[in-house]
């Protein structure tokens, strides 16, 4: 009776992959798939190791972005702060735009997991423009490159004149007031927007 208690109680772990990996998940091998039992994917099942390697791997990225913002940033101002909204599951819904405290970036799955998931931005434009203000990054600058083509010369010097003045892209090729757009007269060129200098006050013809 004793070695069928044993037994029965064991069963359970002979049907798994051994131990579990850092982020609490293994392979199992009674259901054929691959599942964690702790850490921030406790109870998520995939029906391969890849595919919850790959999920996995996309919300440790997007936890890292966060902590650069923070780093970047100071949180000098609370809009500024990253949006707490991310993707999770394998479906492809998209449930708007994030601000990840450095960009904007695209949240789709089949749910969203956060406390500004009711506040994400319909479009990418609308988020960069609420943002607008924000300190860019070297993250920020490396997207827009990104966009360019590899051989785009024209596209990655623009990119490379906007990180050297610390600006940002134009939002629809227009820039929110107080700022007045540029660009390189190339064709690619991305188009970017400057602080407006303030107005010199006259001179007071009596100081001469």
Request: charge should be positive; charged fraction near 30%; hydrophobic fraction near 25%.
């Amino acid at each position: 009776m004793r070695v069928l208690l044993l037994l029965l109680f064991a069963a359970p772990a002979f049907g798994h992959g051994g131990g579990l990996d850092a982020d609490g998940c293994h392979r199992d091998k009674k259901r054929g798939g691959y599942h964690c039992h702790k850490g921030d994917f406790d109870g998520h099942f995939w029906k391969t190791r890849r595919e919850g390697r790959k999920e996995i791997g996309k919300y440790r990225k997007s936890v890292l972005t966060h902590q650069e913002a923070k780093e970047l940033t100071g949180f000098t101002d609370q809009a500024c702060a990253p949006q707490d909204g991310r993707g999770a599951g394998r479906g492809r819904a998209f449930f708007g735009w994030a601000w990840t405290g450095v960009s904007c970036g695209k949240v789709t799955g089949s749910r969203c997991e956060g406390s500004a998931c009711g506040a994400l931005h319909r479009t990418r434009e609308g988020c960069e423009r609420a943002r607008f203000r924000c300190p860019a990054s070297t993250e920020y600058y490396r997207l827009l490159e990104k966009e360019c083509g590899r051989l785009d010369s024209c596209c990655k010097n623009s990119v490379d004149r906007m990180r050297n003045n610390g600006t940002r892209r134009a939002i629809g090729n227009a820039c929110p007031e107080g700022y007045s757009r540029d660009m390189l007269r190339c064709e690619s060129s991305y188009a970017w927007c400057v602080p407006d200098r303030p107005a010199e006050e006259p001179k007071d013809e009596g100081d001469d």
